[in-house]
């Protein structure tokens, strides 16, 4: 037992003997009561006693509380953010993106190319805003999360001619097993283990730079801490894009593509270094064709102060659809049937400041290249420019209002010197609203 309690014990007891002394008194000093009288003096002690005995289990509850029981079963948590993207469009050569995806947010291919340069024009929509719901369950030595995101951007379905109406669109679907400390077992779609999201440059424009690495696929990844880093590897969904194909892309991959990478961080340096090796296939009915490539990637962040540095550079011959949202194929199927891979090479750096605790600004350089054979089209496209710079304005956390200009470009191979022009702008003003909740 302990000393509190001996001490709220002592205490009921002394108050109850102080009770029954104070109810003998008359008693003793010759005061004859009745049966009746001695009853009722009986009860009203009675009821004393369990008054101060309650009072003592009250104060003991207030002074020592159950402890806090640990949440049992899944937490859910719903959240995402609303935006509004408004810009104002000029190309040097066109009047508009080669595809209308590419006036949704910059698309390094959609630029056109050879063509009367256009009036500026504008569009607005809210197809960025995207809603997820996450669950987290713990279980013996670890935990369990999920997480299920949709948004409306590259919608296949829907028009601006009345409601502006858009089928959603499946983001990341994912159940990520954490078995304890040092071990995590991730299966669904979510980003390319070969991606570092970390390292995206912050900006109004859905992707951002050119010569960004970019992909959300299926996947099964295993990561495992080592130190104060760790090592990742998946396998991940495959595809193979190629020119002079009759299909974009071909998906006659037999094996999945493999991604091995390392997280780590030096101070306020942080980093990852990225491989990946895949296969590049295609069948056509008379033809069964396949190749092995490679490609590399290293990112990563330095903070100084509330400022930061961000950098990425990728090469390889196996980069294709995971650069710059497919702005090369992989490779080119040859007249003889047999695939030629393309050594590619693309990459940013960024650099984010603070004006004030509610101001900022980011500036990002960015540049993707192909050396593409003699054998490739005079309008394949050969190099990509972009340089993206804003001004953000949050005047409470969670809202963000700001201005982005956006200056790219697009180069292509003109290997005959036949096309009058062979490189096409686009420049871009666009301002956004964004909630997050």
Request: glycine share 10%; hydrophobic share 35%.
């Amino acid at each position: 037992m302990s000393s509190r309690e001996n001490k709220e014990n002592n205490t009921v007891r002394l108050s109850t003997g102080a009770l029954a002394l104070s109810a003998m008194i008359p008693l003793a000093a010759g005061a004859q009561a009745t049966n009746e009288e001695l009853q009722l003096r009986v009860e009203e002690l009675q009821a004393q006693v369990s008054q101060l005995a309650e009072e003592a289990k009250r104060r003991e509850v207030v002074a020592n509380p159950e402890p806090e029981q640990p949440q049992e079963g899944t937490q859910i948590e719903i959240g995402g953010f609303m935006k509004l993207d408004s810009q104002f469009s000029d190309y040097s050569d066109g009047s508009s993106a080669t595809a209308g995806i590419g006036e949704d947010f910059l698309v390094p291919s959609t630029i056109p190319v050879g063509g009367e340069d256009g009036d500026t024009k504008y569009h607005s929509h809210a197809k960025s805003s995207r809603l997820f719901i996450k669950s987290h369950t713990a279980l013996a030595g670890g935990h369990v999360n999920t997480h299920l995101e949709i948004d409306a951007m590259a919608s296949g379905q829907g028009d601006e001619r009345i409601s502006n109406s858009y089928s959603q669109r499946l983001r990341h679907a994912y159940v990520d097993w954490h078995i304890d400390e040092n071990r995590s077992l991730l299966a669904g779609q979510t980003w390319s283990t070969f991606f570092n999201v970390g390292a995206l440059p912050e900006g109004m424009d859905f992707v951002g730079p050119v010569g960004t690495i970019f992909e959300r696929q299926p996947q099964l990844r295993y990561t495992h801490k080592v130190g104060g880093g760790s090592f990742q590897i998946s396998a991940e969904n495959p595809a193979s894009t190629l020119y002079n194909g009759t299909e974009n892309p071909y998906d006659d991959n037999s094996v999945p593509d493999i991604v091995l990478r390392y997280n780590n961080s030096i101070g306020d340096f942080s980093y990852s270094v990225a491989s990946m090796s895949r296969e590049l296939a295609y069948e056509d009915g008379a033809t069964d064709e396949s190749v092995r490539g490679y490609a590399v990637s290293v990112s990563g962040k330095y903070q100084f102060g509330r400022d930061d540095i961000r950098f990425m550079l990728s090469s390889g011959n196996a980069l294709g659809r995971y650069m710059g949202l497919n702005g090369f194929r992989a490779g080119i199927i040859e007249a003889d049937g047999d695939i030629e891979l393309i050594d590619q090479a693309g990459g940013f750096v960024a650099l984010r400041h603070f004006w004030s605790e509610q101001w900022r600004s980011n500036l990002v350089l960015s540049a993707s290249t192909a050396d593409n054979p003699d054998t490739v089209s005079d309008v394949t496209a050969s190099d990509y420019r972009s340089m993206h710079l804003n001004l953000l304005y949050s005047p409470v956390p969670k809202i963000t209002l700001g201005g982005e200009y956006i200056l790219a470009s697009k180069e292509v191979e003109n290997a005959s010197g036949i096309l009058a022009d062979d490189k096409g702008e686009l420049r871009r003003l666009q301002f956004s609203v964004k909630y997050v909740f």
